[in-house]
Nanobody, 127 residues
């Protein structure tokens, strides 16, 4: 069973960048699907970005395409979310999620299909 710990959140001005990290312990990310989701106050948890560890395929929500990049470091068993050109509407708690199932670009957007979640890290973007 894998445990996930996110870090890297904070308060930034619009237009700036942040990089979130998600470290796995208890197991490796090998063969997992890993994703980032976010949840703003009073809203549902939304998909942000996903990555297939086996083939490195990545996919993004339309709202972050071209601004955010999900990547991995095999040696560190870590997944990153590089967030550039941040906007106030990006403000949310960001969660790392993982599942041993080979989710694809469609199924990998569904939070209910992920078994493992981190505790979340707050990202606040001021205007």
């Amino acid at each position: 069973q894998v445990q996930l710990v996110e870090s890297g959140g904070g308060l930034v001005q619009a237009g700036r960048s942040l990089r979130l990290s998600c470290v796995a312990s208890g197991d490796t990310f090998y063969s997992y699907t890993v994703a980032w989701f976010r949840q703003a106050p009073g809203k549902e948890r939304d998909f942000v970005a996903g990555l297939s560890w086996n083939d490195g395929d990545t996919w993004y929500a339309d709202s972050v395409q071209g601004r955010f990049t999900i990547s991995r470091d095999n040696a560190k068993n870590t997944v990153y979310l590089q967030m550039n050109s941040l906007k106030p509407e990006d403000t949310a708690v960001y969660y790392c999620a993982a599942d041993f199932s080979p989710l694809n670009r469609e199924s990998g957007r569904q939070p209910g299909l992920y078994d493992y979640w981190g505790q979340g890290t707050q990202v606040t973007v001021s205007s």
